[in-house]
């Protein structure tokens, strides 16, 4: 089916200016950019993206990394969005990410690890609506 994930480009990436490397990715896999905004996330902001890993030992460097410097966050739109993005990635730990994947090239550890992709339909609705109203996503 035709499904959006939410995708993030994190400090790190954008820091070495790949994010047009990486966005080819997303395009020569047939993924569609249906939104996308270069933002600095400020402290609450991030905290309340990453609330479901609140409780987490990793959440303070996280939200610390995530605020580090400005991200490029984009809507992908195509067949089977969410899980081809996640391939596209690879492994949260980029010693753990296969050979090509996105995390493999382009990370440099679990937290600076390039990009975040939705996991699933529902978080991926919930990550979408909370960085783009719905009249800024354009069908593609
Ligand atoms: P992301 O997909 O953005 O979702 C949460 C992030 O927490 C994850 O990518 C990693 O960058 C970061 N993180 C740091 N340590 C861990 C861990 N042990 N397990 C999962 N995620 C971690």
């Known amino acids: 089916a035709i499904e959006r994930t939410l995708s993030i480009i994190k400090p790190d990436a954008v820091a070495k200016n790949v994010v047009g490397q990486i966005l080819a990715r997303f395009e020569a896999a047939g993924l569609k950019i249906a939104a996308a905004r270069l933002a600095q996330l400020s402290r609450a902001e991030a905290e309340q993206f990453y609330a479901v890993h609140a409780a987490r030992p990793f959440f303070k460097d996280l939200v610390d ?23 596209l990635m690879g492994a949260t730990d980029p010693k753990k990410a296969d050979a090509g994947t996105i995390r493999a090239d382009f990370a440099d550890s679990i937290d600076a690890n390039a990009v975040h992709g939705s996991d699933a339909p529902e978080t991926a609705a919930v990550e979408i609506a909370f960085f783009f109203a719905g009249l800024n996503v354009y069908a593609r």
């Open 65 to 87: 990394f995530m605020i580090s410097g400005p991200v490029m966050i984009q809507v992908l739109e195509g067949e089977n969005a969410i899980l081809k993005n996640r391939e």
